[in-house]
């Protein structure tokens, strides 16, 4: 399930942009006891080796999208009853007959399976999960052979921590744990955890917790599972702190899968704080790090509810992905035409994003009524290919205003460059190869159309339509650029405001300039050019939130940009920004205007416009 789904019935999710939790909560959660007692770790010393399970991005099927809208006739019983024994088999079939051929292979089922449609739980003798009898009247075991012969993979859903209506007055056993009851697996206070508090944290300081997940592990393994999402993880799933960092519960599941006798992908979910990104790399395949792309409302998503948000939110993960572990933007919602929420141009730019930065390819429509648009978006072999392939993920090179141009190299020297127009009117977009690095000629192809564009030199430009966008492969045969650098803490420069100059061991000269903030301004001085023209200056910068700064020449007027996260304020990135110089001498600034601006490292300057 996904941010607002489990225990409380799903509906709340970011802030200011998502209905409130529906009425339905169970009403043993009014029990939660917050401490701030430090929380126990589980062993965390030799954890599994995750990369042959997640050597690239997964593939597949998620139930929640339908399981969470309003869409007429998706949930005939109520909230969230689509999910069905009948539902998911019949998703599988046709995922066997349609996508399987294209790599999709897994199919999960979220949140909901062992609760009724009232949402009351079922539970073993254990204090396990067990499959709601009305939803899967077969058991799980039986749809995972389902799904098996088929040739896919099965996936299940679970939230971290122990469900309080399992508690069972703390009398209930734990499966092959002598003398182990749910009593001896929690905190004495009973404190809460995960995104709801709708379990108690498991202190793992006891042995008898790590058992409880190792129980958990092995039901999993012996129904026939091959991924597991462990959802409301913190810190993340909106909350902080001891009570809510579930790092343990994550290594815990770790060391249970590498037990349980069966490979297992563990995904975590949702909103994952990135300050805990070596964490989720050690102990998981993939990590969703941002809220619901759901929109809870008559379709399965909206642009502005959440889509449009990952432009914002995924550049600061960039450099986290990689063979092993991915990162997660959520369901691929293209497919459906009508139903998804969304026009063509947001379709496409919606599936070239999550391409391009390598996020698990799982859609969460409808297989049984996907339009030839939707086929023709799940099944592009040449997108598929960059999203499997070994190139890195893109990120943006060029500011993350509402045209905006992504990139990345891939290991034959092309690029894969996207352009995007995020803005609600139809606007062109340029990609300056320098940029990217080089000028000169280079050959464009079209990804999604499969054409060849000839060759362009210098940069290509695209009209797009509003949120449209364009997915090239770009094969330089230029020059590489030359550049001068100059470094933000030169004596040369001049600060004002709260500028000011600070140790930087990721920086060129070991030095930034921040505190750009409340007028806040870096002016570069002496910088240099032949001739006259716009120059895409590189600007290496450090911002652990995406800061807006505005930039100018020769004290002309500023365009205000916003550069991208970096993910914390230990990391440089780059970005190249547009401005205008004259032959000569020039003065670059960056001022932060009333708001914060991001820490400058340095600029390098094309030799030539």
């Known amino acids: ?289 941002d809220t619901d792309v759901e929109c809870y409302c008559n379709t399965l998503v909206s642009w502005e509810n959440s889509v449009d948000d990952r432009w914002d939110d995924a550049p600061g993960w960039t450099r986290h992905a990689g063979p092993g572990g991915w990162n997660d933007l959520d369901s691929l919602d293209v497919g459906n035409g009508a139903m998804d929420g969304l026009t063509k141009a947001e379709r496409q730019s919606y599936a070239t994003l999550w391409a391009i930065a390598k996020s698990p390819l799982y859609t969460g429509d409808d297989l049984t009524e996907l339009d030839s648009y939707g086929v023709s978006l799940l099944t592009n072999r040449e997108v598929i290919a960059l999203n499997q392939g070994s190139a890195p993920p893109a990120r943006p090179v060029t500011p993350s205003d509402p045209q905006q141009v992504w990139a990345a190299r891939n290991a034959n020297g092309s690029y894969t460059v996207a352009l995007f127009n995020l803005s609600d009117a139809p606007a062109s977009v340029t990609a300056d190869w320098s940029a990217l690095g080089f000028t000169g000629k280079a050959g464009v192809r079209d990804l999604w159309n499969h054409e060849n564009l000839g060759t362009y030199r210098n940069k290509v430009t695209q009209a797009l339509p509003a949120h449209g966008s364009r997915l090239f492969t770009v094969t330089p045969n230029g020059a590489a650029v030359t550049w001068k650098g100059y470094e933000a803490e030169a004596p040369a420069n001049t600060l004002s405001g709260n500028a000011s100059v600070g140790d930087c061991g990721a920086c060129s000269g070991d030095h930034k300039v921040g505190n750009l903030y409340g007028g806040g301004r870096l002016r570069f001085n002496d910088i240099a050019v032949d001739k006259a023209g716009t120059y895409m200056v590189k600007v290496a910068y450090i911002s652990g939130d995406a800061r807006s700064a505005d930039v100018s020449a020769n004290g002309n007027g500023a365009t205000r940009h916003k550069f991208p996260s970096t993910g914390d304020w230990g990391s440089v990135e780059t970005v190249s920004v547009p401005v205008t110089l004259k032959a000569g001498s020039n003065t670059i600034t960056f001022d932060s205007g009333s708001g914060y601006a991001p820490d400058i490292d340095r600029i390098d300057v094309p030799k030539s416009s």
């Not at 206070?189 to 129980?215: E, H, M, V």
């Not at 990104?277 to 790090?289: E, F, H, P, V």
């Open 1 to 289: 399930m996904r941010s607002s789904s489990y225990s409380v019935m799903p509906g709340a999710a970011r802030s200011g942009r998502r209905t409130a939790l529906r009425a339905l909560i169970v009403l043993a959660f009014s029990t939660s006891v917050v401490t701030t007692v430090p929380a126990a770790r589980a062993d965390t010393t030799v954890p599994t080796t995750p990369t042959a399970l997640a050597a690239g991005p997964y593939m597949g099927w998620s139930s929640w999208s339908m399981q969470s809208s309003k869409y007429p006739g998706l949930n005939p019983d109520g909230d969230y009853s689509y999910l069905t024994e009948a539902n998911v088999l019949e998703q599988t079939d046709a995922m066997a007959s349609k996508l399987k051929k294209y790599g999709y292979e897994y199919v999960n089922i979220d949140a909901g399976w062992w609760r009724d449609k009232t949402w009351k739980p079922e539970f073993d003798a254990y204090a396990r999960q067990k499959a709601d009898p009305d939803r899967f009247p077969h058991g799980m075991k039986s749809v995972a052979d389902h799904i098996h012969a088929k040739g896919l993979k099965a996936g299940i859903y679970l939230p971290a921590g122990l469900e309080k209506e399992a508690y069972g007055d703390g009398k209930t056993p734990i499966a092959n744990a002598a003398d182990c009851t749910t009593a001896d697996i929690v905190y004495g206070d009973l404190r809460t955890t995960n995104g709801w508090d709708s379990a108690y944290k498991l202190d793992f300081s006891k042995p008898c917790a790590q058992r409880y997940i190792d129980s958990q592990a092995q039901l999993v393994a012996d129904w026939g599972y091959d991924f597991l999402k462990l959802d409301g993880v913190g810190p993340g799933s909106g909350k902080s702190g001891d009570q809510y960092d579930n790092v343990a519960d994550v290594a815990a599941w770790n060391k249970a899968i590498a037990a349980a006798g069966r490979p297992v992908h563990l995904e975590i979910s949702w909103s994952l704080d990135i300050g805990h990104a070596a964490d989720w790399k050690k102990y998981s395949n993939g990590w969703r790090i």
